[in-house]
């Protein structure tokens, strides 16, 4: 080995060894680009759950919302319901009173045509009666005088 070959060994030594520290400057370069993407991997991968859950929170908060909303709606529901029988139970109630009512007051206009119905027949009867007393004490009169002579 000469000289000559032992210097371009020692340079293609240099040479590779200078590769290699540039390479390992990159290896380290992409080693540390790579450690701070597993840190933003894992916060985004933090964040993404977090955000999971918060819309599974917000899904189930909505859920509760309606089913309260509609539990009162159902209750509002309800109540209007029994207040619209109670109103018709009312109004029938009314109604047969009204009935009980019409019906006591055609017997009393039917009572009260016949009682005018009856006085009229009885101041007939009276009218009768003091014609024939009138006839009666005027043929007395007549009699007697008709006796007396």
Excluded: C, P, W
Aim: neutral net charge.
């Amino acid at each position: 080995m000469s000289i000559g070959s032992i210097l371009l060994k020692i340079h293609e030594y240099e040479k590779a060894v200078n590769e290699l520290q540039t390479h390992m400057g990159n290896l380290n370069n992409i080693r540390a680009q790579l450690s701070e993407m597993q840190q933003k991997a894992n916060e985004y991968i933090q964040l993404k759950q977090q955000l999971e859950l918060k819309e599974h929170e917000l899904t189930l908060v909505q859920q509760r919302i309606q089913i309260t909303a509609h539990a009162q709606a159902m209750q509002r529901f309800e109540d209007l319901q029994k207040s619209i029988e109670q109103a018709q139970e009312e109004a029938k109630q009314v109604e047969e009173k009204e009935q009980t009512i019409l019906q006591e007051l055609k017997v009393l206009e039917a009572r009260m045509k016949k009682g005018l119905s009856e006085e009229k027949d009885k101041e007939k009867e009276l009218k009768k009666a003091k014609k024939a007393i009138e006839q009666s004490s005027k043929d007395l009169k007549v009699s007697k005088e008709t006796n007396f002579r």
